[in-house]
């Protein structure tokens, strides 16, 4: 079935560094693809989504590209910041396969960033 | 609107005790969706409804747990009787529903633990 890979965390990096989180897929279908990003004590939030290939989501300096030939979309940002310290849910959905908008998540990627 | 709204936000319980989590989903949303968060497992779907109707409960772990819709403003998650290893952060996230970009809105979770 469906699923999606993440690199293991935790990831802790200084503030203003590079950050790159991966994710790849293997789906059989053509899904849409997320990233979900949880708060310390918070619930999951949305943080960008692509639905087809080449598509770039971006949002809050985070960008990912829908990459079908590699199967993944990883999660960068140019400078992070103390406050985007969260865990990071790579997530993929296909409607068109399971009927509904079910959504698989990723195990999730802790990131702390240090002043 | 004021999101999904998730009660109680912290329960704890003895084993053997029923449980009640509740949800009530934005106005709107004609899905909802309850999840299990642990650091095992990471993040479970356990149930989804679509407009009031249980679509897809084979996440649900064992008789133990039941879920309920009575309108599309309200859904419970039942747990009875509890058990230690029922301790997690229960989400409720609604969405529209239907849609190829599934946006999922989570609720804050109620974190159980079950003594």
């Known amino acids: 079935g469906d699923s999606v890979t993440q690199m293991e965390g935790p990831v802790t990096l200084s503030e203003e560094a590079f950050l790159t989180i991966n994710c790849t897929y293997t789906?059989?279908?053509?899904?849409?693809l997320f990233w979900y990003v949880q708060y310390p004590g918070e619930g999951l939030q949305l943080l960008l989504k692509?639905?087809?290939?080449?598509d770039k989501g971006s949002n809050k300096g985070f960008e990912a590209t829908y990459r079908k030939e590699t199967t993944s979309f990883h999660l960068e940002k140019g400078s992070v910041q103390v406050s985007d310290s969260a865990v990071y849910f790579c997530?993929?959905?296909?409607?068109?396969?399971?009927?509904?908008?079910?959504?698989?998540f990723g195990p999730g990627t802790s990131l702390s960033v240090i002043p | 609107d004021a999101g999904v709204i998730q009660s109680p936000r912290h329960e704890v319980t003895e084993m053997g005790q029923e449980v009640t989590l509740r949800c009530k989903p934005i106005?709107?949303?004609?899905?909802l969706f309850w999840y299990r968060q642990t650091m095992m497992r990471g993040l479970e779907l356990l149930i989804y409804?679509?407009?009031?109707?249980?679509?897809?409960d084979s996440g649900m772990p064992e008789d133990r747990f039941s879920a309920k819709m009575p309108n599309a403003s309200f859904s419970t998650l039942k747990i009875q009787p509890s058990e230690p290893r029922d301790s997690a952060v229960y989400f409720c996230?609604?969405?529209?529903?239907?849609?190829?970009?599934?946006?999922?809105?989570f609720g804050p979770g109620t974190r159980l633990t079950v003594l």
């Open positions: 996230a609604s969405s529209e529903g239907y849609s190829v970009y599934n946006e999922q809105f």
């Open positions: 789906a059989t279908g053509y899904p849409s």
């Open positions: 692509a639905t087809k290939a080449d």
């Open positions: 997530a993929l959905s296909d409607p068109r396969k399971t009927s509904y908008d079910k959504v698989i």
């Open positions: 106005s709107g949303h004609n899905s």
């Open positions: 409804f679509n407009n009031n109707v249980p679509i897809d």
